[in-house]
Structures are given as C-alpha cells and as structure tokens.
C-alpha cells in the first residue's frame, strides 16, 4: 500500500511541532499522546500496532501491536482521517526540546533505522517495524540494545530528535565514532558497530562511556546534541535529594539554613 501524500510545515524553534495538511480521504498516523491540535472535520480512530495495510487480519494486528510494545512505543497507533470537504490540518508536538526532521522515505530507499522512542507521526500506510542487531557488542553495549525501531515506507515520516541535529553523509569505508546515546537514525547501508574507547583511565574518568558507537558508510546518519537520557541525567542531578525545596542562591540558602533569617524574624517574641 503506498503511503498517503500529506503536506506539512514545522513551526517553532526549540519545542516544535509539525503540522500535517490532509486532502479529503487522507489519514495521517501519530504516536499515542503527541496530537496537538486537530480541525474539526478530522476524524480519530485508534488501532493496535502502527495501521499499516500489511496487518491483516487478527494475528497481523496482535503482531503489529507486539512489534511496537517491544520498541517501547504504545500497543496503539491513533490514525488521524480527513472526513470533510476541504483541505484539513492535524498537528504534533514534539516531546521535549529538539528537532523534528522529516523523513522521505522514498529517497532514503523505503527504510530508515531510528532510535526507539524517535518516531512522531506519518503518512498513513507506514509499517513500524523492528531492526534487530545482529552483533552482540551493539547489543550489550550499544545504548539502544539490540532492538531499534524500521520505519518502512514510500512517503513521508517525521522523527524527533533532542537539542540540534547533525546530518552526515558518510563514503564508501568512512567512519564516524558517536557517543552511543547521540544517534538518532541511519540508512540500513551504514554499518553500525561498537568500539571500545581504548583507555582504561579515559573509560573510567572521562565521562563518556565505556563505548562509542561506530558508524561506517555508505549513507546517511543523522546524530542529535542533547539525548534525553543525558537531559534526564542533568534534571534528576538538580532535583532535590532529601525532601523539600532545593535553595538557589548561595547568600539566601546560608542565611535560611543556618538559621540566621528566622532568629531575625522571630526576634519579636523573645
């Protein structure tokens, strides 16, 4: 089944969001909780798995459904149809601050492999599938494990990224060490391995890992600054540790946690 052929346009600069533009009869396909806001001729409908045409039947819907809880995407897909007249328009938000990039899939060959959590939304008639790693390093050590996410198609797709993204188009041989956690999506013809930092005292103390990711060419990989693994790292550093509120600011939290400014406050009373 070819994939409907939607329009869009991307707004915003940090926290963006896309909009899809649907002729009558086209549907689009969102990630469970990513639907922004949608005109009112836009008719909902939510099904296991990611809606394809290659689902049929019962068993191909249970498959469809598995294929996507082992991703660690929802068991459901909500399909977005034009049911009005006119032309009609359904948005999705990213889910933290990044980039959502659009993906023909065409050019790109029918596939693209992407980290698990990176698809948003598409064109109905886009097969979410899994892309087992086949070496054990890339397993273990890889970040993403064994299991990424296929997106497999002919039309457009759109995947989010965190913080800015780099895209690199790498030559027959040419090879690329990431951090594992900073890539996003590659073309099936990249070769993804994963490759010891060489140094004990860089492994232990330098804070990149134990591993980076090696990415051999031909094609493109697309790379992204701000994981939300690290973005979850750095919040969960800042939060509070033992209760209460955290003080900002080195004078006002001394004098309030020595005491000083409530013996100025209470002075009254003794």
């Not at 707004?11 to 005109?39: K, N, T």
């Not at 990039?101 to 109905?124: E, N, R, S």
């Not at 804070?207 to 990989?221: D, N, S």
Request: negative net charge.
């Amino acid at each position: 089944m070819a994939m409907d052929v939607v329009d869009y346009e991307i707004r915003g600069a940090e926290m963006q969001f896309v909009e899809v533009e649907l002729d009558p009869g086209e549907a689009a396909i969102g990630e469970a909780g990513s639907m922004m806001f949608m005109d009112a001729a836009i008719g909902m409908d939510t099904v296991f798995g990611d809606g394809s045409a290659n689902q049929g039947g019962l068993f191909g819907k249970l498959l469809g459904a598995g294929k996507r809880l082992v991703t660690g995407e929802s068991l459901f897909t909500t399909v977005y149809t034009n049911q009005g007249q006119g032309k009609q328009r359904v948005a999705f938000a990213a889910p933290y601050p990044g980039k959502i990039l659009p993906m023909d899939l065409k050019a790109l060959g029918g596939t693209l492999i992407c980290q698990k959590d990176a698809f948003l939304c598409a064109a109905k008639g886009v097969a979410l599938g899994i892309a087992f790693q086949r070496k054990l390093g890339v397993g273990f050590f890889g970040g993403e494990g064994f299991i990424m996410q296929k997106l497999d198609g002919d039309g457009l797709a759109f995947v989010h990224a965190g913080g800015t993204v780099l895209k690199r188009e790498l030559a027959a041989g040419q090879t690329l060490l990431v951090d594992t956690g900073c890539v996003v999506a590659y073309m099936p013809s990249v070769d993804f391995e994963i490759q010891y930092v060489g140094k004990i005292k860089t492994a232990l103390f330098g804070g990149e890992g134990l591993f980076f990711a090696k990415l051999t060419g031909p094609g493109t990989v697309w790379l992204q600054s701000l994981p939300f693994s690290r973005l979850a790292s750095r919040v969960f550093a800042a939060a509070p540790q033992r209760g209460g509120s955290r003080e900002e600011g080195g004078v006002l939290g001394g004098l309030v946690g020595g005491g000083l400014l409530g013996g100025i406050l209470g002075g009254d009373d003794e």
